[in-house]
């Protein structure tokens, strides 16, 4: 029997449908999630219908962006590369978009079509004002990812009134891997977060980065049956880029990936009720490297359109532009006519890998310009 390849879109609108019917199910228990889901699976339909029509006029507009809404952070993490790319500092922010700016942003995504916008950063639960200008926008939902250290009462009463906001909370598996890369003390403080967001019956999920280091451990049935008894719904993976020579051993090879993609498969038929994603590892099924906007793109905190946030790279401010130019920047046109997001590459991050494709690219417009 021919084997069925596995589409990463189709997956993803699958898992939202699943958690509306769990959501609908659970309407005597808690009737607000089950009428927020059902308003929001109109609203996705409507934003796939403007995405459409812009696709049809020759316009690219993606499902998801990914907004770094500050550089600050609260932790140190061992090989965070938005510290080292000088993205995330200790610093107070100098010359970071507004709440009001963000308002705007968030407003031209919703009448382009955008149904979700990761809010990153830094650690985005330090801009408490641009998290609830997200939370008066119900047409999209925004995952949160956070390392859950700052997570308190208010901030659980502001997810349960506001359920578009989705906290993801940062975990590297179990206690001495997520403490020894983010901090001691840190897997006690994650566990305490999760139970708060599960009493409350809200929806949340896990991000992992994926190392040569903990690949077994994160994918074993006693972790994953963990974060199911804590309310998890969503898993994300994320292979480790490595920021520097030291760290490069880190960094998952072919027959990592090779073991996550074999796994996948049996944890989502496992875990039904689960949502498993691995970043950038089903790219390969959606025909290549997603960002620029064939996928998403991102904005970093100084409203610099980038095609991802492990590529910093921007020729464009939102300050100066709107968010329908961002994705027409000539980096991202070029990134996509170029089929640079699409070649023959090694694995794992193509942009990082080929960085220096990038840079040629903005050398050339600096040129032109």
């Known amino acids: 029997m021919e ?82 790319n000088n993205a995330c500092n200790d610093c107070a922010p100098v010359d970071q978009l507004t709440s009001d700016d963000w308002r705007s942003i968030f407003t031209q995504a919703s009448g382009l079509g955008i149904s979700f916008i990761l809010l990153a950063g830094g650690e985005p639960l330090i801009r408490k004002d641009v998290i609830e200008a997200a939370g008066d926008y119900p047409n999209i939902i925004f995952p949160i990812f956070t390392n859950g250290t700052l997570l308190d009462d208010e901030y659980i009463d502001l997810f349960d009134k506001k359920r578009n906001l989705l906290p993801v909370f940062s975990i590297e598996g179990k206690r001495e891997k997520t403490d020894n890369r983010r901090g001691s003390g840190v897997y006690t403080k994650l566990k305490q977060a999760m139970e708060s967001a599960r009493k409350k019956h809200l929806f949340f ?62 944890m989502r038929e496992k875990y039904p009720d689960m949502i498993f994603v691995s970043f950038p590892g089903d790219e390969e099924s959606a025909g290549g490297c997603l960002a620029a906007g064939r996928g998403f793109f991102h904005i970093n905190s100084h409203g610099g359109a980038e095609p991802c946030p492990f590529s910093p790279y921007s020729d464009i401010n939102v300050k100066d532009t709107s968010l329908r130019e961002a994705l027409r920047s000539p980096l991202f046109v070029s990134l996509r006519d170029q089929s640079i997001l699409t070649g023959e590459h090694s694995g794992g991050c193509v942009l990082f890998e080929k960085r220096a494709e990038v840079e040629a690219i903005l050398s050339a417009e600096s040129v032109c310009k």
């Open 3 to 84: 084997k069925q390849e596995f589409s990463l879109g189709e997956y993803l609108a699958g898992g939202i449908e699943r958690i509306v019917k769990r959501a609908v199910r659970a309407t005597l228990t808690d009737p607000r999630e089950s009428a927020f889901m059902a308003r929001f699976a109109l609203s996705s339909r409507e934003a796939a219908r403007k995405r459409a029509e812009a696709g049809d006029s020759g316009e690219n507009i993606p499902p998801f962006m990914i907004a770094s809404i500050t550089s600050s952070c609260n932790l140190h993490c061992a090989g965070c590369y938005a510290r080292h």
């Open 205 to 266: 999920g896990a991000s992992i980065t994926m190392t040569t280091e903990n690949l077994r451990e994160i994918t074993d049935d006693t972790f994953l049956d963990d974060l199911q008894n804590n309310g998890c719904k969503v898993v994300i993976y994320v292979e480790f880029v490595p920021v520097s020579e030291e760290s490069s051993s880190l960094a998952p090879g072919n027959s990592e990936r090779e073991y996550l993609s074999e796994h996948l498969a049996a």
